[in-house]
């Protein structure tokens, strides 16, 4: 009882500092904009390009790298597609995608490069999609969804679902959800009921 009290009482006291910052940040944005002059509109565009420049250098594609901490799975391919578990839900992205920053949960990355489709399976991580056509996926681990055993994703589903309902202590339960998370997210890959 007395931990959950002190728990209620941080929550409590991280939103009050969060809510005298916000009103602190506000103040002063408001007395800067009364000092600082507006900046007047760029005259030049440098995305402007005449009709021939643009032909030679959009290709219509989006160029994708997918990298793990140990090593890049590749850099710079050509893709008309990809589709990423985003932590918000699947999202797709093509090459004139609004700038994102999306953070990933386990779930499989779909390449299309026109026909050929590819499915890499990412335990989570980070998708950055910037202005200029190109995508960087940032996994923590990933590897082609043909290369996962069903065996032993399944073994893991079991696994973790029998240590998810031993759990006591909070920190237990949340390595046991991961992994649970992880292995499901397996099994839905390769298509087998969970």
Same mark, same amino acid.
């Given at each position: 009882?007395?931990?959950?009290?002190?728990?209620?009482?941080?929550?409590?006291?991280?939103?009050?500092?969060?809510?005298?910052?916000?009103?602190?940040l506000r103040r002063?944005?408001?007395?800067?904009?009364?000092?600082?002059?507006?900046? /007047?509109?760029?005259?030049?565009?440098?995305? @402007?390009?005449?009709?021939?420049? &643009? #032909?030679?250098?959009?290709? *219509?594609? %989006?160029?994708?790298?997918?990298?793990?901490?140990?090593? /890049?799975?590749?850099?710079?391919?050509?893709? @008309?597609?990809?589709?990423?578990? &985003? #932590?918000?839900g699947m999202m *797709?992205? %093509?090459?004139?995608?609004?700038?994102?920053?999306?953070?990933?949960?386990?779930?499989?990355?779909?390449?299309?490069?026109?026909?050929?489709?590819?499915?890499?399976?990412?335990? *989570?991580?980070?998708?950055?999609v910037n202005t200029?056509?190109?995508?960087?996926?940032?996994?923590?681990?990933?590897?082609?969804?043909?290369?996962?055993?069903?065996?032993?994703?399944?073994? *893991?589903?079991?696994?973790?679902?029998?240590?998810?309902?031993?759990?006591?202590?909070?920190?237990?339960?949340?390595?046991?959800?991961?992994?649970?998370?992880?292995?499901?997210?397996?099994?839905?890959?390769?298509?087998?009921?969970?």
């Amino acid at each position: 009882m007395q931990n959950r009290f002190a728990m209620d009482f941080m929550v409590l006291a991280v939103f009050e500092l969060f809510s005298a910052l916000f009103i602190m940040l506000r103040r002063a944005s408001t007395l800067a904009s009364r000092f600082v002059a507006p900046i /007047p509109a760029a005259r030049h565009n440098p995305l @402007r390009r005449y009709a021939t420049e &643009a #032909a030679a250098v959009d290709d *219509g594609l %989006l160029s994708l790298s997918l990298v793990l901490p140990s090593k /890049p799975l590749f850099q710079d391919r050509k893709v @008309r597609m990809v589709v990423i578990p &985003a #932590a918000s839900g699947m999202m *797709g992205i %093509l090459k004139n995608h609004v700038p994102t920053i999306a953070p990933l949960k386990p779930g499989v990355v779909t390449i299309d490069e026109g026909g050929k489709q590819e499915k890499v399976f990412v335990s *989570g991580g980070f998708a950055i999609v910037n202005t200029d056509k190109t995508c960087q996926i940032s996994a923590i681990e990933a590897v082609p969804v043909d290369h996962i055993d069903p065996e032993a994703a399944r073994s *893991g589903l079991t696994h973790y679902q029998g240590e998810f309902a031993r759990a006591t202590v909070e920190e237990d339960k949340a390595r046991a959800r991961i992994g649970l998370e992880v292995h499901q997210q397996m099994c839905y890959a390769l298509g087998l009921s969970v």
